[in-house]
């Protein structure tokens, strides 16, 4: 008997149009962009960078490279660009540090927001752990703008893609390691069985410096 996929318990209270919306983003498994050794080349580059302004501890230097990471991705896909906003000391929640944030609605132009410093000690945090934050968040945002998903899901898919786009950031010298879990996101609550849980909920979070 094939192995049936775990999910989530709170699966089952999804309607019948997100458990469909979860199963297509769960069959997605990476992020297919053109084969371009310039743009693999460009993106490598921009992580560097980005490591180094880290270092530096400079957020203004930091958010230009991560918004060029974001901006050769949803370029090359012909998507909808997001902004990127770059934040200090990552805020305190019930389950912990507040990594990163992805918000969009009608109002406003959709919004990443990653932080830099830990909250305890305000240290700057990992290179490799700030990138796949921003990447965690920008594939929130392919989901909507890319996928036309309606709402994304934390699936399997949804991080094997986060996976695909990591990997491409990595330069040649690095050596392959286990992958890290998922970054603690704050994010809606996942959609009830109701008929308003068919429209996705994004979270508000004031800017914070």
């Not at 370029?75 to 389950?95: D, G, I, N």
């Not at 330069?171 to 069985?193: I, L, M, Y």
């Amino acid at each position: 008997m094939a192995d049936v996929p775990r999910r989530p318990a709170y699966f089952d209270r999804l309607s019948a149009k997100n458990k469909a919306i979860y199963r297509r983003g769960d069959a997605i498994t990476r992020v297919e962009l053109p084969e371009s050794a310039r743009l693999c080349s460009d993106l490598r580059a921009a992580a560097v960078a980005a490591e180094l302004a880290l270092a530096a501890g400079s957020p203004a230097r930091v958010r230009v490279q991560a918004q060029a990471i974001c901006d050769l991705v949803t370029a090359s896909l012909e998507t909808e660009r997001v902004a990127v906003k770059v934040l200090r000391v990552r805020p305190q929640r019930s389950f912990g540090e507040l990594h990163g944030l992805y918000t969009r609605d009608d109002s406003h132009a959709p919004t990443l927001r990653v932080w830099m410093r830990t909250a305890q000690r305000a240290d700057v945090v990992r290179p490799r752990t700030f990138l796949r934050t921003l990447v965690h968040e920008l594939c929130h945002h392919l989901d909507y703008a890319h996928y036309r998903l309606g709402e994304s899901f934390h699936n399997p898919g949804f991080f094997k893609r986060e996976s695909s786009l990591v990997r491409l950031l990595a330069t040649p010298d690095e050596e392959p390691g286990t992958e890290p879990g998922p970054p603690p996101v704050e994010r809606a609550a996942p959609p009830s069985t109701d008929a308003a849980a068919d429209t996705p909920v994004q979270l508000r979070l004031p800017d914070l410096c």
